[in-house]
């Protein structure tokens, strides 16, 4: 008798997991020398300004992008939604220079303000939206070099629909 209860009780606990999901622990990571963008297919480190990182879900390494402007161009006009990406960060440019993000200093591109219409450029030479993870660093940006704040969903559409870059390079 006790045998059939630990069958029950196991044949139980195999039932209740099989409608668990995982804890999704994605994080964003940081580029290597190894690491290359996305679209120009060049050393992330050949180029300055702020960077992205796209993980699409069941991925153990991100898509990189030499450019805010490219991920979210990336985001908005590709095969891929929302639900299909584990993670999505952007260089905050509040912290470290242009030449150089500071390390670590990550933020979740939905969560980050932009300026867009500034005349900073990608290291390509097209429009780049800066990145900021705290809204009072970017309208002192904008005060400072030009442009407007948005949020993520007008940064997209907006760099998607003004110059999406070519899988050639030449953005």
Not at 51 to 70: A, C, H, M, N, Y
Not at 80 to 107: I, L
Request: proline share 6%; hydrophobic share 40%.
């Amino acid at each position: 008798m006790n045998v059939v209860r630990l069958l029950c009780i196991c044949a139980m606990c195999v039932l209740a997991a099989c409608g668990q999901e995982t804890v999704n622990s994605a994080a964003p990571r940081e580029p290597d020398k190894t690491s290359v963008g996305f679209f120009c297919r060049m050393g992330l480190s050949e180029h300055k300004g702020p960077k992205g990182q796209i993980l699409p879900k069941g991925w153990t390494e991100p898509l990189w992008f030499s450019s805010v402007r490219d991920a979210l161009t990336y985001a908005e006009t590709e095969v891929v939604s929302e639900n299909e990406m584990a993670g999505f960060w952007v260089n905050d440019m509040g912290r470290g220079t242009w030449d150089k993000p500071e390390p670590g200093a990550w933020v979740a591109a939905q969560d980050a303000w932009y300026v867009i219409d500034s005349p900073m450029t990608t290291g390509m030479g097209g429009a780049e939206a800066v990145p900021f993870k705290e809204r009072g660093e970017a309208e002192a940006f904008a005060a400072e070099k030009g442009g407007r704040i948005v949020g993520y969903a007008e940064a997209k559409s907006n760099l998607a629909s003004s110059e999406a870059p070519d899988n050639k390079g030449e953005t």
